[in-house]
C-alpha cells in the first residue's frame, strides 16, 4: 500500500490541529533559532575582515558572537521541548484513536489476528510515529528553511557560489529521493518481522501452561530462533540500506565542501572576494551538510515511519463488519428473545446453524443442551452480535438485534462464560470494570444479594484485594463469583450462562447455584448447560444437534414426555449430553 504525500499533511493536520497555538510557537522560535543561524557566519566574516581594524571593534563582534550564539542555544533548547511535548501528545491521541477502533473491529478480524501483532501495530508502530510528529516540524521544517536561507544568502553573496551550491543540493535531493524508493522495502520488511516475533511470543507466553505440560518448550523454542533469524536478517538489510543511503549523502557533501572552496580559492586569488566572505561561505557549506544530514536522518526515520504507517492505515482502514444500527430504546426490565429461521457459518462453505427458530418470553429462562461443537455457543454470540446471521432474525425484545446500537445492545446483555476475563486490578476494579461512578455500597448490596457475603469476607483486603494477572490467584468457581458480581452490577435485561464444563466442588457449586437464581430473578435467561442439574430449574429447554433443533418446550413438559430427547437425557444421565 503506497502512501501520498497528502496523507502525511492529513496525518499532521489531524493530529496537530488542536496544538496549533503551540505549534505557531514553536515555528517562531524555529523562525528566530533560523535567522541567528545565518547571521552568526555574516559576524564571523566581518571579524576576518576587520582582523586589522581596532581591537575594540573585534572584542565587541566577539561579545556579540558569543551572544548570539548562546541566544541560538536557548532558542535551540526551547523549540527541542516544545516539539517534543507535541510529538508525544499526537502519539497518544493516535494511540487512543487506534486503540479504540480495535476494540470496536468484530470478532472475525480479531480471530484472524493475535494480541500480540495488535500490541506491535498499537503501541510498537504508533511509538515510532512519534518521531515523525516531534522531528517533522523540528528537523524537516525547520532545517529546509534553513537551507532555502543559505542558499538566498550565498546568492546574495556570489551569484557563481549560489549557483554552485543550488546545483549540489538539487542534485542531493533528488538522489535521497531515488535511494528512498529503493531502500524503502526494507524498512518495512523489518517491522513486518519484528512484529510477526512478538505476536508469536505474546501467544505462546499466554499458552505457557499447557506448553509447559506437554513438553512443547523445544517446538516453541525452534520456531521462535526461526522467527528470530529472520528478524535478524530483515532488520541487517535495512540497518545496511540505511547506511549505504547516509553514506552517500556524506560523500556528495564533501565532493560540494570541496567544489566550494576550490571556486572561492579561485575568486580570492583574483581578488574577486575577500578572505572572511570565503569563511563565511565555507561555513554556510558546513550548515548546508549538517542540515541536509539531519534531514537525511529524518528521512531513515520517516522510512521507519513510513513502514509504521501503512500499517497502522491498512488497520484504520479495515472496516467493522458490524454496523451499528440506527438505535432501539427498549423499557428497563426483561426482554424477549425470538430466533426467527437463523442459519449462520463462520465461513462462507461452512454452516454451524441451520433454520433455528424459537421464541423465549420475557422473564422465562432457557436451558441450551446439546454435543460439543452442535452450536450452543454461536448460538448466543448471534444474540449480541459478536458475529450476524448469514440468514433469518434474531430479535431481543421484539426488535431485530441489528437496529440497537451495539453499545446499547451489550449493555442490555450479560455474559458469563466458562473463560472469564479478569485483570491484574482489585476486586473492585474487576467488578466495576474500573468504572468509579459504582460505589462501594452498590458492590456490596450484588455480593450480598447473590448470597456471596462469606466468599467476600475471605477476601484478605475486601474489596481492595489485588488479583493476579489474569486473575490467577482465583480458582475457576470464584472467578464464576466474581463475573455474576459484575453482571448484575451491570443490569441487563438478558442474561446469557455458560456453565463450567468441569466440576466444581460442592461447596462452590452451591454458592453458584444460588447466584445464578438471584441473578437471573426478572431477567431473561439462557443457560448452556452441561450438566442436566443446572437446567433443573429453567422454563423451556431447547436441544441442538449439529446446528439445528432437535427439540424445544417447556422443561415440565419435556421431562414427563417418554418420547422426548430430554426425557431420555434424564434416563441416561449427563454422560450422553456431553459426547
Ligand atoms: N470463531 C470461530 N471460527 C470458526 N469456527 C468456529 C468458531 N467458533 C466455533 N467454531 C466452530 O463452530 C462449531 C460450533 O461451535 P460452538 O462453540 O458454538 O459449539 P458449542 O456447542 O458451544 O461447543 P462446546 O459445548 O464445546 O462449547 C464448531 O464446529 C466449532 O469448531
Redesign the pocket.
Known amino acids: 500500500m503506497e502512501l501520498s504525500f497528502s496523507h502525511y499533511m492529513s496525518l499532521l493536520h489531524r493530529y496537530l490541529r488542536p496544538q496549533w497555538l503551540k505549534v505557531c510557537l514553536l515555528l517562531l522560535l524555529l523562525a528566530g533559532s533560523i535567522g541567528l543561524e545565518l547571521y552568526n557566519p555574516q559576524l564571523l566574516k566581518h571579524f576576518i575582515d576587520s582582523i586589522r581594524g581596532s581591537l575594540d571593534s573585534l572584542l565587541w563582534l566577539s561579545l556579540l558572537f558569543i551572544g548570539l550564539i548562546c541566544l541560538h542555544q536557548i532558542l535551540t533548547t526551547l523549540a527541542s521541548y516544545l516539539s517534543e511535548n507535541i510529538g508525544w501528545q499526537a502519539t497518544n491521541e493516535l494511540r487512543l484513536d487506534l486503540a479504540l477502533h480495535c476494540l470496536n473491529l468484530d470478532?472475525?478480524f480479531h480471530?484472524g489476528h493475535t494480541p500480540g501483532e495488535l500490541l506491535e501495530r498499537v503501541d510498537g508502530d504508533v511509538a515510532q510515529l512519534s518521531d515523525f510528529f516531534s522531528q517533522f516540524i523540528f528537523s524537516m521544517l525547520g532545517r529546509g528553511l534553513l537551507l532555502v536561507g543559505i542558499l538566498a544568502v550565498t546568492f546574495w553573496t556570489d551569484g557563481r557560489l549560489g549557483l554552485l551550491l543550488l546545483a549540489s543540493t538539487a542534485l542531493l535531493l533528488v538522489s535521497i529521493r531515488s535511494l528512498r524508493g529503493i531502500t524503502a522495502p526494507s524498512f518495512r520488511a523489518a517491522r513486518q518481522a519484528s512484529a510477526e516475533l512478538a505476536s508469536f511470543f505474546e501467544e505462546r507466553l499466554i499458552s505457557i501452561e499447557d506448553i509447559s505440560s506437554n513438553g512443547a518448550q523445544p517446538y516453541v523454542l525452534a520456531r521462535l530462533n526461526h522467527l528470530s533469524r529472520r528478524s535478524l536478517r530483515c532488520n541487517r538489510l535495512s540497518g545496511v540500506s540505511g547506511r549505504f543511503f547516509s553514506t552517500t549523502v556524506a560523500m556528495s557533501i564533501t565532493l560540494t565542501t570541496a567544489a566550494v572552496l576550490t571556486l572561492g580559492a579561485y575568486l580570492l586569488r583574483h581578488g574577486q572576494m575577500s578572505l572572511g566572505t570565503i569563511y563565511a561561505t565555507y561555513t554556510y557549506t558546513s550548515l548546508l551538510s549538517s542540515s541536509l544530514n539531519s534531514i537525511t536522518l529524518q528521512l531513515n526515520k520517516m522510512q521507519v515511519a513510513t513502514a509504521s504507517l501503512q500499517r497502522i492505515t491498512e488497520l484504520y482502514n479495515t472496516p467493522n463488519a458490524l454496523l451499528d444500527g440506527p438505535g432501539a430504546e427498549r423499557p428497563e426490565g426483561a426482554l424477549a428473545v425470538t430466533f426467527k429461521q437463523v442459519g449462520f457459518g463462520?465461513?462462507p462453505e461452512?454452516s454451524?446453524l441451520q433454520d433455528i427458530s424459537f421464541e423465549l418470553a420475557q422473564g422465562r429462562t432457557l436451558g441450551l443442551l446439546?454435543?460439543?461443537?452442535?452450536?450452543?455457543?454461536?448460538?448466543t454470540?448471534l444474540l449480541y452480535r459478536t458475529y450476524d446471521t448469514r440468514e433469518g432474525a434474531v430479535l431481543l425484545g421484539n426488535i431485530d438485534v441489528r437496529q440497537y446500537k451495539l453499545s446499547e445492545l451489550r449493555s442490555r446483555i450479560g455474559i458469563v462464560t466458562q473463560d472469564v476475563q479478569l485483570f491484574q486490578a482489585s476486586i473492585r476494579d474487576n467488578l466495576t470494570f474500573f468504572d468509579a461512578n459504582i460505589s462501594d455500597e452498590r458492590i456490596l448490596e450484588a455480593l450480598v444479594h447473590l448470597g456471596l457475603t462469606s466468599w467476600y469476607e475471605s477476601l484478605p483486603d475486601g474489596l481492595d484485594t489485588t488479583l493476579a494477572p489474569a486473575g490467577k490467584s482465583l480458582s475457576s468457581g470464584e472467578s464464576q463469583l466474581l463475573a455474576f458480581a459484575r453482571v448484575f452490577l451491570q443490569n441487563p435485561a438478558l442474561v446469557i450462562l455458560?456453565e463450567a464444563?468441569s466440576r466444581l466442588d460442592p461447596m462452590t457449586e452451591k454458592l453458584i447455584e444460588g447466584a445464578v437464581q438471584r441473578l437471573l430473578e426478572g431477567r431473561t435467561g439462557i443457560i448452556?448447560a452441561?450438566h442436566l442439574e443446572t437446567v433443573r430449574h429453567v422454563d423451556n429447554i431447547l436441544i441442538?444437534d449439529e446446528?439445528r433443533i432437535q427439540e424445544y418446550g417447556p422443561r415440565q413438559q419435556l421431562a414427563i414426555d417418554p418420547t422426548s430427547r430430554f426425557a431420555h437425557l434424564l434416563q441416561t444421565g449427563l454422560t450422553e449430553v456431553l459426547a
Open positions: 470478532m472475525s480471530k463462520y465461513s461452512q454451524v446439546g454435543r460439543t461443537g452442535s452450536g450452543k455457543t454461536t448460538l454470540r455458560d464444563s448452556i452441561h441442538l446446528g
